[in-house]
């Protein structure tokens, strides 16, 4: 296992105890997650709709780490998965 897995696996961990943190202290908070992670992926299926209609492929599929980003991060979120798909494509693997 490398350096950068083990970081990633820290960071998810992270992650992962301030969710449980913050549904414990305000339950509402997991119904907030479910409408915006429900809202996000509305927003990547229909990109992926309308670039499937224009003949191109879509740069971010609709997978469960898109539906996290979303979830977590909303609009915003997903802005930045495309905008790192995008750059990606352009200037190849980082």
Known sequence: MGQNEILFYIMAA???VCLMIGIVK???YLLVLL???AFCS???YGICIFCA????????NLNF????TGALLGLPGIVILYA???LL??????
């Open 14 to 16: 992270g992650c992962m």
């Open 53 to 60: 209609k224009k003949g191109v492929a879509a740069p971010v």
């Open 65 to 68: 780490l898109s539906i996290g």
């Open 84 to 86: 790192t798909a995008v």
């Open 26 to 28: 305000k339950p509402a």
């Open 42 to 44: 509305l927003i990547v």
């Open 89 to 94: 494509f352009r200037y190849g693997s980082v």
């Open 35 to 37: 409408v915006r992670g």
